[in-house]
């Protein structure tokens, strides 16, 4: 497993209901996260509507590869799930960054 010498944490915001990416690599690792998450945002296709084992809908955004780049808080239902895709939708692309480093 790769150990991160530094931790980067961005806030992807104003996304009320998006939790925080946190992204364990380099900083220029971090960034290409980040870059991910805005390019792969706007796109409905790449969005995993899924059902925990407690039967809370949550959802996660898949690069075009496939791989998870980020996974959604679970939600009390898939109504309040689907607004949270809306959010990441239309919020995602933000270029707003914070490095709390």
Known sequence: MFSPKVI??????????WPKLV???????ALNGIESVQTNSP?????????????KPYFNL???NHQIIGTSQM??????RDNGIKSVMENGKTTTIKDLT
Do not use: D, M, Q
């Open 75 to 80: 939600y009390s239902s898939t109504a309040a």
């Open 62 to 64: 898949k690069a075009a």
């Open 8 to 17: 980067y944490e961005a806030i992807i915001s104003p996304l009320f209901r």
């Open 23 to 29: 992204c364990h690599y380099s900083k220029s690792g």
């Open 43 to 55: 796109i409905e296709a790449r969005y995993a509507k899924e059902v925990a084992k407690n039967e």
